[in-house]
């Protein structure tokens, strides 16, 4: 498995933007997929964006898109969320996921490492 530590949340205006980071450890991190999901209270966890294993290929869903940029920088073991013109809807707690092969996709069941989350909170 892979210990996963997400920083950067926190509380922004509609408009703004934040930039999430996941640190990884416990698995060679350049061989393997990453996504971020997030869940709003009372929601369910739902898929934001992942990342092929060499930053090659990314993957968005539709509410994200044009928005939300996902990175990885495999030097440092880390995976990015670089999120603007954030809206209100966009407030949840955001999680890191690691799979365990080299390709992944948006559902939940294709990761096999979480973190804990971070918490985003986007006012109007």
């Known amino acids: 498995q892979v210990q996963l530590v997400e920083s950067g949340g926190g509380l922004v205006q509609a408009g703004g933007s934040l930039k999430l980071s996941c640190a990884a450890s416990?698995?060679?991190?350049?061989?393997?997929?990453m996504g971020w999901f997030r869940q709003a209270p009372g929601k369910e966890r739902e898929f934001v964006a992942t990342?092929?294993?060499?930053?090659?290929?990314?993957y968005y869903a539709d509410s994200v898109k044009g928005r939300f940029t996902i990175s990885r920088d495999n030097a440092k073991n880390t995976v990015y969320l670089q999120m603007n013109s954030l809206k209100p809807e966009d407030t949840a707690v955001y999680y890191c996921?690691?799979?365990?092969?080299?390709?992944?996709?948006?559902?939940?069941?294709?990761?096999?490492?979480w973190g804990q989350g971070t918490q985003v909170t986007v006012s109007s």
């Open positions: 416990g698995r060679t991190f350049s061989s393997i997929a």
């Open positions: 996921a690691a799979a365990p092969g080299r390709y992944s996709g948006s559902l939940y069941r294709e990761y096999d490492s």
């Open positions: 990342i092929n294993w060499r930053g090659s290929t990314t």
